[in-house]
């Protein structure tokens, strides 16, 4: 008997893992389709970057750049960190000359010169991975001076003070993981009475932009409920509640999951309008491993599996760490010293997915657990549908766009271990149902149907 019933059961799942891999695509206009390709740095101001300035960062069509760790790929610059704009804690905060805005000026002005670019700014110092010895990650001993140097800041930048500019950075983030003893040396305890002071003053002095951290680097509940409940208690804001996830399990779930039990505990104490951002994310083996680059279309496609499904999820807005050319040759780059990686072309192909920002409507059916798709169009009815098929084996994906209407031609691109996005046909027959082989055991597939 138990035989027979093995014998049923693996039946049964070569079934299952035989079924057809179908998406159809409908002309129903739904939501937007929601920033979740933003990024953790952009371009340096060195020479050695002027290739991925010129060449390579544009491609990506990022929403948001998120300003953290810039000046590890800036050295020598007094760029971005508060410390470093300010450098001086017994100077004057209300005194132009005591600020350094020049090399963050030129950073900032270099990003949003990319089409659709703006810059998400947050406000304290980068991390201080040095075993012997931190220097600027200590808690805040004047808190109001700092919300004055922060203030000034944000004018600099938003309102055109001291010869500033009128940017529209919508976001600003208070610090960066305090929870991290890399980070922060003091306890959350310690943090959230200054995160308190400081977000109140700032919403106060500026109503109109959006407030929020704590930047956590955990997303557990015993760290961010009492967070959460210091803050109503005090009538504090958080416009957006930020937090970081480097997923080891190399599946999609916890990742795109992570936000569900914040939801809830937000919305429960007054926060139902609060946004959650997961600003940092990137998959890695282990935090031992000295390799962190994604290479292979398995990560690729896990990339852009894990993208697309926070299209459903809680998650608001989502930035891939990192989105810069690396100095560390085996760093979390997009690029690590002029050589291109896979999680590039992953960014490329949701970027062009995220400019068709209405949502079209996909029935779909044998799609695997961590395989998804999502189709977009724009304001002049061009389409862009993205599959990725994560771990799926060698097999093929039908997609139906005949519902779609006209189109001149569709363009069909393939990302794998030696694809890189490479157009493999042009269609202009879409009256049937066509098949998109996977050859190896991953790949992201890309369609831009054209007017």
Not at 7 to 35: C, F, Y
Request: glycine share 6%; net charge negative.
């Amino acid at each position: 008997m138990k035989l027979q019933l093995s014998i049923v059961s693996l039946l049964l799942t070569g079934m299952l893992a035989a079924q057809p891999m179908t998406v159809k695509v409908l002309p129903e206009p739904q939501e937007p389709i929601k920033a979740l390709n933003c990024g953790n740095i952009g371009p340096s101001l060195k020479n050695a970057d002027e290739d991925f300035r010129n060449n390579w960062f544009g491609h990506m069509k990022l929403p948001y750049v998120r300003l953290h760790d810039v000046p590890f790929t800036n050295s020598a610059l007094k760029i971005v960190d508060m410390h470093l704009i300010f450098a001086n804690d017994h100077a004057d905060a209300s005194k132009r000359e005591n600020y350094c805005f020049e090399p963050t000026d030129d950073y900032i002005n270099q990003l949003v010169s990319y089409p659709g670019v703006k810059a998400y700014y947050r406000l304290g110092v980068s991390i201080e991975n040095i075993k012997q010895k931190h220097y600027h990650i200590h808690p805040v001993k004047d808190v109001k001076k700092w919300a004055d140097v922060a203030s000034n800041i944000i004018r600099h930048y938003t309102e055109g003070k001291w010869d500033g500019y009128r940017h529209d950075i919508e976001y600003w983030e208070i610090w960066n993981e305090p929870d991290n003893h890399e980070t922060y040396t003091g306890t959350m305890e310690d943090f959230t009475p200054f995160y308190i002071q400081v977000a109140k003053t700032l919403k106060k002095r500026f109503p109109h932009l959006k407030i929020g951290g704590p930047s956590l680097a955990h997303g557990e509940k015993h760290i961010y409920e009492p967070f959460i409940l210091a803050c109503e208690k005090a009538g504090a804001p958080i416009d957006f509640f930020s937090y970081h996830y480097y997923p080891q399990e190399w599946t999609t779930g916890p990742i795109i999951h992570t936000a569900d039990s914040i939801r809830i505990f937000l919305d429960q104490h007054g926060y139902k309008d609060t946004e959650i951002h997961l600003n940092e994310w990137h998959p890695i083996k282990d935090w031992t491993t000295t390799d962190m680059r994604v290479l292979d279309g398995d990560g690729a496609a896990l990339v852009v599996s894990m993208m697309l499904g926070f299209q459903d999820s809680h998650v608001d807005k989502a930035f891939y760490y990192t989105t810069h050319n690396h100095p560390n040759p085996n760093g979390f780059g997009v690029m690590n010293r002029g050589k291109i990686n896979n999680s590039f072309y992953a960014m490329c192909a949701v970027g062009e997915l995220y400019v068709h920002n209405t949502r079209l409507k996909i029935e779909s059916s044998g799609l695997p657990e961590d395989t998804f798709a999502l189709a977009g169009t724009d304001e002049d009815g061009n389409v862009c549908v993205l599959a990725s098929c994560y771990k799926t084996g060698p097999r093929s994906l039908t997609f139906d766009l005949s519902s779609l209407g006209e189109f001149d031609h569709a363009d069909v691109h393939i990302l794998d271990n030696t694809r890189k996005l490479t157009r493999i046909v042009t269609l202009r027959d879409f009256s049937r149902p066509f098949d998109v082989d996977v050859i190896e055991d991953s790949a992201v597939i890309l369609i831009r149907l054209r007017k």
